[in-house]
């Protein structure tokens, strides 16, 4: 079983709609993160939390929200679904310290219709 | 100026010859560098990470660290052709992991 799990793994949605998207780790890590990949642009960063009371905005936070429920689970939210945020996005964690070296999870593919 | 920045690539490496991978940042105050290697569709997985100017090398790979010139390296010796992927460059910054747009390698059989 992955240490850092997405679900769901592929999803196809229309403008307008609210999706979630939802991540699990089994790494015992204090950090979480969401990024979102795509063609040309590498990895952006959307949100990041270092413990259950502390959310941080990333590069392009604009259009998300996030919700750490606990040390080990931190979802992402589209309130509104638009076209442009169709990616790959992707959740991560880290130690605090030992460098912060980040752990993926394996993806979430999301097209917005 | 990009934070992180990598040529885009395709870089085109003969197999069995070294393949240098080169990232340049912009804040002198980052503290930790990483190379990830992602194949396409899939999730990146590290490499190595160096925090020391110098030289870190682990199996065929080498990370080079220059803080004076804000330079960081990857050096793949006997390159295979299952090197060839995308290998991004990130750089830690005031806690936060910030990736460069990644090169893509091409390893010719």
């Known amino acids: 079983d992955a240490d850092v799990t997405q679900t769901p793994r592929n999803r196809i949605t229309k403008t307008g709609k609210r999706i979630m998207l939802e991540c699990s780790q089994t790494k015992g890590h204090d950090r979480m993160y969401w990024y979102r990949q795509d063609p040309g642009l590498g990895l952006r960063l959307i949100y990041y939390?270092?413990?259950?009371?502390?959310?941080n905005k990333g590069e392009i936070s604009d259009g998300y929200s996030v919700s750490r429920q606990a040390q080990a689970k931190f979802s992402l939210s589209l309130e509104s679904a638009i076209p442009n945020q169709t990616a790959l996005y992707f959740c991560a964690t880290s130690e605090t310290g030992a460098g912060n070296t980040i752990y993926f999870g394996e993806g979430s593919w999301l097209t917005v219709v | 100026q990009k934070e992180v920045e990598q040529n885009s690539g395709p870089l085109s490496v003969p197999e069995g010859a070294i393949a240098s991978l080169n990232c340049t940042y912009s804040?002198?105050?980052?503290?930790?560098f990483f190379w990830y290697r992602q194949y396409s569709g899939k999730s990146p997985e590290l490499i190595m990470f160096i925090y020391s100017n110098g030289d870190k090398e682990d199996g065929r790979f080498t990370a080079q660290l220059n803080k004076a010139s804000q330079y960081v390296s990857l050096l793949i010796r006997d390159s295979q052709p299952s090197d060839s992927a995308t290998y991004l460059c990130a750089v830690k910054r005031d806690d936060k992991i910030i990736f460069g747009k990644g090169t893509r390698l091409h390893i010719l059989p």
């Open positions: 939390s270092f413990d259950v009371k502390d959310i």
């Open positions: 804040d002198r105050g980052s503290q930790s």
